[in-house]
């Protein structure tokens, strides 16, 4: 082969690395963020904490249905420990919860990481995208949202819906710590129909209200305690940003 065909042959080898340097990188933190998942659950943090969160909003509900308050008497106190389970939610994020008394423990995961991929997939984000959301999985604080079953998976999905069809992020809201994701749709009229019917539910809850106030007060949690579960919230964001489906995606 002569020299003008091997320097001819460069442009297009250079392009192939260009495209499967994303996909191997990707690969890459995919494959160390399912080793470290795998890690979390086979851990002493797995095994105390598995499902620790849904157990805990569970108790809650349940707390909720027999003495009229999620709350426990000690989170009243102007300052509280904060306990494993400890309930932070509003009253509004009991609508999301009750169902799960009575359903399958697995849709707690499945319903909202399956909407995700959904979106992830109907999307069809770019290469260069892969690596980023490869890390929004390795971030270490998302194996832990998986492990515990964090109301996080159920923000990140509601982000993507909303990123697709506007109004699904308005209930975003009831995790008042990440609400900014809830302007997403905004400028959609069944956004603002959304609000309203969200805001008619919370106004249910009446003096429960108060109750969640007098609890965020004497809080050893900051509001900003969500801010470093944000890789894996902004994961449908990134897919958003790398869209093939731009122009579906923006009327939807």
């Given at each position: ?193 959304a609000v309203a019917i969200v805001a008619g539910v919370a106004l249910l809850f009446g003096s429960l209200w108060l109750q969640y ?40």
């Amino acid at each position: 082969m002569s020299q003008h065909q091997v320097l001819a042959q460069v442009p297009g080898r250079l392009d192939a690395y260009r495209r499967a340097l994303p996909v191997a990188l990707a690969a890459v933190l995919l494959a160390l963020a399912t080793m470290q998942l795998a890690s979390y659950l086979t851990s002493e943090f797995g095994r105390n904490f598995g499902g620790g969160d849904l157990n805990g909003y569970l108790a809650g509900t349940r707390r909720w249905l027999e003495t009229g308050s999620p709350y426990e008497a000690y989170q009243l106190e102007p300052r509280w420990t904060l306990q494993p389970f400890s309930f932070l939610h509003p009253p509004l994020a009991l609508v999301l919860f009750a169902p799960f008394l009575v359903l399958p423990a697995p849709l707690w995961w499945a319903l909202p990481i399956g909407a995700t991929a959904a979106v992830v997939a109907y999307l069809r984000p770019a290469r260069w995208t892969w690596p980023i959301m490869a890390f929004c999985l390795l971030w270490p604080r998302s194996a832990g949202v998986l492990v515990t079953g964090n109301t996080d998976l159920w923000v990140t999905a509601f982000v993507g819906l909303g990123l697709l069809a506007r109004w699904p992020s308005a209930f975003v809201l009831f995790k008042p710590s990440l609400f900014p994701l809830a302007l997403i749709g905004v400028r959609d009229r069944r956004w603002w129909l959304a609000v309203a019917i969200v805001a008619g539910v919370a106004l249910l809850f009446g003096s429960l209200w108060l109750q969640y106030l007098a609890v965020l007060r004497g809080s050893p949690v900051e509001l900003t305690y969500s801010l470093l579960n944000l890789p894996l919230v902004g994961l449908p964001i990134v897919a958003w940003l790398g869209r093939s489906r731009k122009r579906e995606a923006s009327e939807a």
